[in-house]
Structure formats: C-alpha cells, structure tokens
C-alpha cells in the first residue's frame, strides 16, 4: 500500500488542523492504521491508532482529548483531527499502515510509512 499524507501547516497555539493520508494499492480496510510524528533532533514517537474498521482507537496521553483519528474505508483515507494545538505538538507527522489485527503505539509494528506532513505551531 502507498501512502500520502497532507494538510500540514503553520498554525497558532489554539488552532486546529486536519491532517489526511490517502491510499492506494491493496485493501485499505485490511490494514491498521496509525499517526507517528518526530520533532526536530527527538525520536519518532506514537500519535494515534485505530482498528481496521474504526471500532477501537487509541492515543498518546500527550495527545488523548484533543487529538481524534478517524478513517473513511470507501474513500481509503485516514484522518488526524488536531484541536488545541500546542508549540510542543510541532512535528513531521506521519502516517502509517500496519499488517495486524489490534492497533499498536509501537513503530516495529507498521510496514508501510508515508513521506510525512509538517505541522508547526506558534506560540
């Protein structure tokens, strides 16, 4: 599967974004899906999961209540709902696919990664 993802911006403190990743090639619903993200000079570090039909998520405490990923199986695109942004949510975001079944916080367990989004907010 190949990913695409967009809607990164500069953004002040407060603002929200929404972030997509569009898919193509194999079945989009047989995949888990999650959000990764990596500031400058830190480790990529886990955003948020979700199952291969929407029904569980999960997120990183950083993140949990302000941040809702959702995904469109008929339209092969997962989403990142980013609402009171912080300086500290500054960060290349990216998307990534995962051959599983459960959502996973851990990068080993996504195979396909796409080029990444850069989110930057401003205090």
């Known amino acids: 599967v190949q990913l695409q993802a967009s809607g990164g911006g500069l953004v002040q403190a407060g603002d929200s974004l929404r972030l997509s990743c569009a898919a193509s090639?194999?079945?989009?619903?047989?995949?888990?899906m999650g959000w990764f993200r990596q500031a400058p000079g830190k480790e990529r570090e886990f955003v948020a999961s979700?199952?291969?039909?929407?029904?569980?998520?999960s997120y990183a405490d950083s993140v949990k209540g302000r941040f809702t990923i959702s995904r469109d199986n008929a339209k092969n695109t997962l989403y990142l709902q980013m609402n009171s942004l912080k300086p500290e949510d500054t960060a290349v975001y990216y998307c990534?696919?995962?051959?599983?079944?459960?959502?996973?916080?851990?990068?080993?367990?996504?195979?396909?990664w796409g080029q990444g989004t850069q989110v930057t907010v401003s205090s």
């Open positions: 979700i199952s291969r039909r929407g029904a569980f998520t």
């Open positions: 090639g194999r079945t989009f619903s047989t995949y888990v």
């Open positions: 990534a696919a995962g051959d599983r079944v459960s959502t996973s916080s851990s990068s080993r367990d996504y195979d396909y």
